[in-house]
């Protein structure tokens, strides 16, 4: 038993000395000297020169030191830079770090694979070692894409169709790409990018945009159908398409005017007079509950019959009466009064009519009862007194 903790206790003292020697070998003695990159594992293009920006820091002494490759791949060239020169060691201050760059540049026949390089520095007091990982890949062919979240967006004719799409270039290489547009007539398509209209722009390599494409009609009274737009990427030798789908639903498309197309009539004075009026819908869709109302002049009022019309189908037209009544002092003359459809979905349709006002009748009687007395009375005055 005692043999069994004995032989314990010194693979445990083992262990921890395997560990503080691996620390001392990572970050050299009394740790004064330390070596780091922000990016030890790269994936790159096969046969391509790659560099690693490398930092050197010391925590007390300023010092000279010298850099070299530990370990580097057959056929590889490795080079330290700094200052626009080829260097071999580089001095570093306190609490300062020195930047060195590090050129690996490939041999021709490269295969594609990963490569493991270990950087070695070594200062007056300590050294330090760096391992580095190259995986080497074949070089992506030119590639764009198209995608949306929602590819089909649904309005009436007067809606501004706005996708938000994104474009890709998936390849290894710059492109300057075209945007381009199959839209049946007579739809409308723009490219926005940050706000401002675009016909092409270039996409770095394994970059991508997003997109605002704008798809408007130009006709107000289009039918009602689902309308495919395809947009297209091209850049270099490569496209990217994408099928977008404008579902316009109708709009009912209102005209107020009079079954002889004469925006006018005639009232008296004080009485109610009734007034045609017809509602007509030239869209694309029914008007349902097409409620009627009129601006008037003072002191007059304005009924309709029906007030409130259910429907009206598309192609179609009703009849209405506006029982309209002048003011009881209106002097003769004509009058402004403004007729306004308002369906509960869709725009609202006004016409303008004018009406003639007349006074009434009933004193035109009277003068002429009284101008006929007036005339007996002379009359007679003129055989009575005539005889004498």
Known sequence: MRRLLAISFLVALVVLAVGVIGTVSAQGPGDDLVLFTQYPSQVVERGKTISFKLNLRTQENAQTVRLEMKDIPEGWTATFRGGGNVIKAVYVQPDEDARVDLRLEPPADVESGTYRFVVAARGENSRVELPLELTMEEK????????????????????????????????????????????????????????????????????????????????????????????????????????????????????????????????????????????????????????????????????????????????????????????????????????RANPAEGGSESADFRITVRTSTLWGVVGIALIAVAVAVVAAAVLRFGRR
């Open 140 to 339: 992506l062919p030119a590639r764009l894409s198209l995608s949306t979240e929602l590819p089909t967006l649904k309005g009436s004719p007067t809606t501004t169709f706005r996708y938000s799409v994104k474009l890709a270039n998936e390849g290894d290489e710059p492109l300057d790409v075209a945007l381009l547009a199959d839209a049946p007539a007579p739809f409308l398509v723009t490219f926005k990018l940050s706000g401002k209209e675009v016909t092409s722009l270039p996409l770095e390599a394994n970059e991508s945009k997003n997109l605002s494409v704008e798809i408007k009609s130009l006709a107000s009274n289009l039918a009602a159908n689902a309308y495919p737009i395809t947009i297209r990427a091209q850049g270099g030798d490569t496209e990217a398409s994408l099928q977008l789908t404008a579902e316009v639903t109708g709009q009912p498309d209102l005209a107020v005017t009079a079954p002889n197309g004469r925006l006018s009539g005639e009232a008296i004075a004080g009485k109610e007079s009734p007034l045609q009026v017809i509602i007509r819908n030239t869209g694309t869709a029914p008007a349902y509950n097409v409620e009627l109302n009129a601006t008037e002049p003072s002191g007059w009022s304005v009924e309709f019959d029906p007030k409130v019309i259910a429907e009206v189908p598309v192609g179609e037209e009703v009849e209405v009466t506006a029982k309209i009544r002048p003011a009881e002092k209106a002097i003769a003359g004509d009058y402004m009064v403004t007729i």
